[in-house]
């Protein structure tokens, strides 16, 4: 045997080797994340159907409404993250993630009828709702269809309606021309098919690639402090296993909007957002303040999708608005802790 065929033999058998160990960290991994996102969350059979919750802390009831590619998980993550403890967070899956189906009326008008189911069936009243992103247009349409539920509405970077501009949500908007967008195209595509592997390699490998697509410059992260850091590490992880949210995010991109009568809205609302956020934000969020009665709007200079560096400012302003909004007009928001 020549001493070439020997290199290349042995260079195929590292080769094999390496793949043999990647695969099998892989499916330990995949195997117990998906265990832990079954295990902690709950089914709820409601009137409108079975839709996946779970619930943590204890305080005032605070229904938690994850954005796209998120799910329960992401949703209680966010309330701890962006609006701090003192409330019992109630995180339902919205309609394709994890384990909550898609109805034939996958609409923000019906996720928001099945929230008030959520509710009925655990027993709650009135809730403060916090929308993030995506679950924004289905937060505004639960403060339209079932006011009295809602004692106060928080939307965190909204998606929305805004003239003229449309209102769909098209992660491939993320790839900026003065970039190379070619590795966040990547990310894109596996987190849209559903790639487990794709997205877990990447996530191991470099990812730094991953930031763009969850909409904070990756200029941002790198002057982020060890805490934003983490919590940004966070969010990408979440998004584990892709191929469990994947109809989720397909519904969320298929999700058209529509100019909503806004000045409808009763409940005192806060809605903060960021100048440099990838997924534009501001207009719908500036539109939406224009409309609704009273509303309060913050705007970031900086920090993406995930507010990086005004994690503690989102929560403090987010604490004053409820301390000055509920306390003193007496709003009750009540129920039941678990």
């Not at 001493?3 to 033999?9: D, I, R, S």
């Not at 966010?78 to 339902?92: C, M, S």
């Amino acid at each position: 045997m020549s001493p070439q065929k020997k290199v290349a033999l042995a260079l195929a058998a590292l080769g094999a080797i390496a793949i043999a160990i990647v695969a099998a960290a892989y499916q330990s991994e995949i195997g117990a994340i998906r265990a832990n996102v079954v295990a902690a969350s709950r089914i709820a059979e409601t009137s409108a159907g079975q839709i996946e919750y779970a619930i943590a802390g204890t305080g005032n009831p605070l229904l938690s409404i994850h954005g796209a590619s998120g799910g329960y998980d992401q949703g209680l993550m966010t309330a701890k993250a962006l609006v701090g403890d003192g409330f019992e967070v109630i995180a339902p899956s919205r309609f394709g993630y994890l384990r909550t189906p898609v109805p034939g009326d996958a609409s923000p008008a019906a996720q928001a009828d099945a929230y008030a189911a959520l509710l009925d069936a655990l027993g709650v009243h009135r809730t403060i709702v916090v929308g993030l992103s995506a679950g924004a247009p289905s937060a505004v349409q639960l403060a339209l269809r079932h006011c009295e539920r809602v004692g106060a509405l928080i939307l965190l970077v909204p998606r929305g309606y805004v003239p003229a501009q449309g209102a769909e949500l098209n992660p491939s908007s993320l790839q900026e021309p003065a970039h190379d967008s070619s590795r966040e195209g990547i990310a894109v595509k596996l987190v849209r098919a559903g790639s487990d592997f794709g997205y877990w390699l990447i996530l191991r490998v470099r990812p730094s690639m991953l930031t763009r697509f969850v909409g904070v410059p990756t200029e941002v992260v790198d002057k982020a402090s060890p805490e934003d850091r983490r919590w940004t590490a966070s969010v990408l992880k979440a998004i584990m296993p892709p191929s469990m949210r994947f109809k989720g995010i397909t519904n969320d991109a298929s999700t058209h909007l529509d100019a909503w009568p806004l000045d409808r809205i009763a409940c005192p609302t806060l809605i903060l957002t960021v100048s440099d956020d990838l997924f534009h934000t501001q207009p719908a969020a500036e539109y939406a303040a224009a409309r609704i009665p009273g509303a309060k709007l913050i705007v970031y200079p900086t920090g993406g999708h995930l507010f990086i560096g005004h994690t503690a400012d989102v929560r403090n302003a987010v604490a004053a608005f409820l301390q000055q909004q509920l306390h003193p007009a007496g709003v009750p928001v009540n129920g039941p802790t678990h």
